[in-house]
């Protein structure tokens, strides 16, 4: 169990209903409660990085707590957490606002928050009185397009790699994995400064596609897992390159990573698997 290096701060009770209602009453000279968060996660898992990102953009104090993923999850993280016995999971309380509630699934955890703290950082447009005024909706969808886009276009090329045999097939997934971040990815990144929809600051694309921009690139540099044809292919695309670049800049993408471990632990993943398929 660890904390993030940030200093926990204690309020009084906030007889509101919601997060950005105590935010509120903080900035009109209150004392009110909260947050408490407890982010259950594993650096190796680039799901869980993405609950990073944006904790460590928004410089948010939380308590941390290591699933370790190569062994049958606990009871208690099953029964009380998620009993998908996934990650990353969240903990999130204020007094007098939430208990002690739990939130699942990355993107879920993410987009929750960056919504309870929009006065923090603008990663995701802020709707409502409070929000970023009329284009919000625009970019929010625009932010949500791209998301979806990764996911159902792109996402799964790089385990596909993985598991390919041999450097020739493995080269071959290698071309239709560009062909399809030229087609579907490096649209939507033109205009990007250095970051999605024109914005200097990281938004809900970095934090939804960074981890896996990152390992990409890492495991490149390992011939039996990604060949290093991928690193000079994605560097011909001048949007998605110059998007990558300020990607491995940021501090907040790139600091979270088990780095230390290396590859090893996903050559013996990949080796379970495909054992198990034969």
């Known amino acids: 169990m660890t904390t993030n290096g940030l200093t926990p701060t204690t309020f009084e009770t906030a007889n509101k209903n919601d997060v950005s209602a105590a935010n509120d009453a903080l900035a009109n000279g209150k004392n009110v409660v909260g947050p408490k968060i407890t982010l259950y996660t594993n650096h190796r898992c680039p799901y869980a990085h993405r609950a990073h990102i944006v904790l460590s953009e928004l410089q948010i104090p939380y308590e941390e707590i290591l699933i370790d993923l190569d062994t049958p999850r606990p009871d208690w993280y099953l ?9 990353p999971s969240l903990k999130f309380s204020v007094e007098g606002v939430y208990d002690d509630e739990i ?7 993410a987009q929750f928050l960056a919504d309870s703290f929009p006065e923090k950082k603008s990663i995701l447009p802020a709707l409502g009185a409070r929000g970023d005024g009329p284009r919000a909706p625009l970019e929010r969808a625009r932010i949500k397009f791209f998301t979806d886009t990764w996911d159902s276009k792109v ?4 385990f596909g790699t993985l598991m390919a045999e041999g450097e020739e ?4 997934k290698v071309e239709e994995w560009v062909k399809a971040v030229e087609k579907e990815i490096e649209p939507l990144l033109e205009g990007a400064k250095p970051f999605f929809g024109g914005k200097e600051e990281v938004t809900m694309a970095e934090v939804h596609a960074g981890p896996f921009v990152v390992r ?15 690193i000079k292919k994605l ?11 300020a990607i491995h800049e940021r501090n907040s993408i790139t600091k979270s990573i088990d780095w230390d471990s290396g590859p090893e ?5 990949l ?3 495909k054992a198990a398929k034969k």
């Open 79 to 87: 029964k009380e957490i998620n009993p998908r016995g996934l990650v």
């Open 103 to 109: 939130i699942t699934e990355s993107a879920v955890v």
């Open 155 to 158: 996402a799964s090329f790089w």
């Open 169 to 172: 097939e493995k080269e071959k």
């Open 216 to 230: 990409w690139y890492s495991l490149a540099k390992h011939e039996d897992l990604l060949p290093a044809s991928l």
């Open 235 to 245: 560097d011909a695309l001048p949007n998605f390159s110059k998007w990558a670049k």
């Open 265 to 269: 632990p996903l050559r013996k993943k």
């Open 271 to 273: 080796a379970s698997i």
